[in-house]
């Protein structure tokens, strides 16, 4: 696998989950560098006022394992449409969600994934999960004209059938 194409499966990625979630904030750009040898993707953000800039590293091994560089990916995609500056429980949730439901994840994949969960990020899924079952468009409604995860209050997810308690777990830094 080229350094082009998981620059292209994050852009298909990104462009994937603002159509389901809402956009991006506009005064963004992206990067993807690589890393050597093994590491989970992550994101990281560099602010020029109200420029921001978005790093996904990969690790170079995921070149060479394309489902779950795609996983990956698809995780990092959630990250890039807030500010990476402070990721709630419900952001952590939705990227889980993303990265083992989108449309280029294989079935086998997203279980092989989902078994492989830490506590930590199968509770935001469940969260996430209990969420959609409420209001399958909460995101999008919640995110609006790309608001940050990180602003979204716990009264605004009550206001869409939330209970308290689900409300204020995905409200927490996560």
Same mark, same amino acid.
Request: glycine share 6%.
């Given at each position: 696998?080229?350094?082009?194409? /998981?620059? !292209? &499966?994050?852009?298909? %990625?990104?462009? +994937? @989950?603002?159509?389901?979630? *809402? ?42 394992? /394309?489902? !779950? &560089?795609?996983?990956? %990916?698809?995780? +990092? @995609?959630?990250?890039?449409? *807030? ?53 399958? @468009? ?37």
């Amino acid at each position: 696998m080229t350094c082009l194409q /998981p620059v !292209t &499966l994050l852009r298909e %990625l990104i462009a +994937e @989950a603002e159509e389901l979630f *809402g956009k991006r904030s506009q005064h963004l750009w992206l990067a993807v560098g690589l890393t050597d040898g093994a590491s989970n993707p992550m994101t990281t953000v560099v602010k020029h006022g109200e420029t921001k800039c978005m790093f996904v590293l990969v690790g170079q091994d995921l070149l060479n394992n /394309p489902e !779950t &560089l795609t996983y990956q %990916l698809a995780h +990092e @995609a959630i990250h890039c449409l *807030g500010s990476c500056e402070n990721t709630t429980r419900l952001e952590e949730g939705l990227a889980t969600y993303f990265g083992l439901h989108n449309s280029k994840i294989s079935s086998l994949r997203s279980q092989i994934e989902t078994t492989n969960l830490d506590t930590h990020r199968r509770d935001c899924l469940t969260d996430i999960v209990a969420l959609f079952d409420i209001n399958p @468009a909460a995101l999008t409604i919640l995110r609006g004209n790309a608001i940050p995860f990180e602003l979204i209050k716990p009264q605004q997810i009550v206001e869409l059938g939330a209970n308290d308690d689900l409300a204020r777990r995905l409200c927490f830094p996560g």
